[in-house]
């Protein structure tokens, strides 16, 4: 359960005057009028257990609308929650029901970002942490037997994937342009906690592109999709169709997901007479339509 309210009594300041070995940085945007500081308490030694007394104070940054602080590197997912601490000694705790958690991906350097009072937090990776994972996915030893790595294998200079087999080095004298929507490499990216985050497994793209022909008691999708993406053997078994009376969907279980649904066919359909073919060598698959009445289409779907 949340924890409740009750008197404080702050220890000393700690920010930029304090360094610890191990640590993360808190920034916390304050709405409202505050006579005192924000601070921070938790169920980690390095935040006190609870002890309202040891609650943590974090730095104002001119006015009281910004808190900073860093604080030792607590435990993943152990349980805090904001204070304002008045100079007085007293204290509030933020009005949630339930108490915060240090993400999961919590790390040295890394940065919270949060409101008072409202429960979704945003981690800001280290540079080091960034650069760190980016060298995981360089190895080439760990992409072995990946679609990636057989592609480039295959096909050389020529890979759908070739960009990945080369050594990129940024000249100390280049000028780098940043900004938004543009990508430099180096700074850190920002991710939500407490929010739904699409994963690469998880994130779905819808595709758009397909063409069709039609014929007396059938009609033929063709749905190109990128090279590579089908693998040479068993690609049937990561391509699932259902077919439904005046509808086609279709999914390819790959990273990210690939995604085709056609609604509003122009007439119904013999679903359990309908099939797929999936054609990795063509870099295609074919979707055979079943009419449940052998009428010609002029369209694909109904407008």
């Given amino acids: 359960s949340s924890v409740g309210s009750g008197a404080i009594h702050a220890s000393p300041s700690f920010g930029a005057a304090r360094r610890v070995a191990m640590a993360v940085s808190l920034e916390v945007a304050f709405e409202g009028t505050l006579d005192g500081k924000v601070g921070v308490s938790g169920a980690d030694p390095t935040l006190g257990e609870w002890h309202l007394s040891r609650a943590l104070p974090l730095m104002d940054q001119g006015s009281t609308s910004c808190w900073r602080g860093e604080i030792p590197l607590p435990v993943a997912d152990s349980q805090f929650k904001l204070v304002t601490l008045q100079a007085g000694g007293g204290g509030q705790w933020e009005p949630l029901q339930e108490n915060r958690r240090f993400p999961s991906t919590i790390h040295n ?7 008072y009072g409202e429960p979704r937090m945003g981690i800001e990776a ?8 980016a060298r995981v996915t360089r190895k080439m030893e760990d992409r072995q037997g990946s679609a990636l790595q057989e592609n480039v294998d295959r096909k050389g200079d020529n890979a759908y994937y070739f960009a990945h087999t080369r050594h990129f080095e940024v000249p100390e004298h280049a000028k780098v342009i940043s900004g938004p929507g543009l990508i430099t490499g180096g700074a850190p990216v920002l991710i ?7 994963s690469e497994a998880e994130r779905t793209v819808f595709l758009k592109d397909y063409s069709w022909s039609d014929s007396t008691n059938k009609v033929k999708v063709y749905v190109p999709v990128p090279e590579g993406l089908l693998p040479a053997d068993n690609a049937d078994s990561i391509v699932e169709t259902k077919y439904m009376t005046s509808e086609v969907d279709v999914t390819i279980n790959c990273k990210p997901r690939q995604r085709l649904k056609i609604e509003k066919l122009n007439g119904e359909l013999k679903v359990d007479s309908c099939t797929t073919r999936v054609e990795a060598h063509k870099n295609r698959i074919v979707l055979q339509l079943a009419k449940k009445r052998e009428t010609a289409w002029y369209n694909l779907t109904k407008k």
């Fill in 192 to 198: 939500e906690a407490g929010a739904m985050v699409d």
């Fill in 109 to 115: 350097g890394c940065k919270l970002k949060m409101k």
């Fill in 126 to 133: 280290s540079a080091d942490h960034v650069e760190a994972n």
